[in-house]
Nanobody
Framework: QVQLVGSGGGLVQAGGSLRLSCAASGMIFSINAMGWYRQAPGKQRELVATITKGRSTNYADSVKGRFTISRDNAKNTVYLQMNSLKPEDTAVYYC??????????WGKGTLVTVSS
């Protein structure tokens, strides 16, 4: 089992920045990809960004050029630096991990609110 604890959400004005963190514990040796998804009110959960153990990254088109995902394997932590935030980025952000057998794990979610 893998446990994920996300943090760093909050309220920010449009154009501002936030950094989310997600710390993994448990069977961390089994983790391959980590990342973030988000779910806005009334919408489906969507991918924001992921990063593999080898640091290959994948971003949603809507955040490319504004968000940067990074990973500290020594600390078992993944970060999401979010710049130039827009009101449409408002959502609950969920930390995510996939282990080498393909099992998905989710954190509890952290709320990001971007005011216009």
């Amino acid at each position: 089992q893998v446990q994920l604890v996300g943090s760093g959400g909050g309220l920010v004005q449009a154009g501002g920045s936030l950094r989310l963190s997600c710390a993994a514990s448990g069977m961390i040796f089994s983790i391959n990809a980590m990342g973030w998804y988000r779910q806005a009110p009334g919408k489906q959960r969507e991918l924001v960004a992921t990063i593999t153990k080898g640091r290959s990254t994948n971003y949603a088109d809507s955040v490319k050029g504004r968000f940067t995902i990074s990973r500290d394997n020594a600390k078992n932590t993944v970060y999401l630096q979010m710049n130039s935030l827009k009101p449409e980025d408002t959502a609950v952000y969920y930390c995510y991990a996939k282990d080498i057998t393909g099992v998905d794990y989710w954190g509890k979610g952290t709320l990001v609110t971007v005011s216009s």
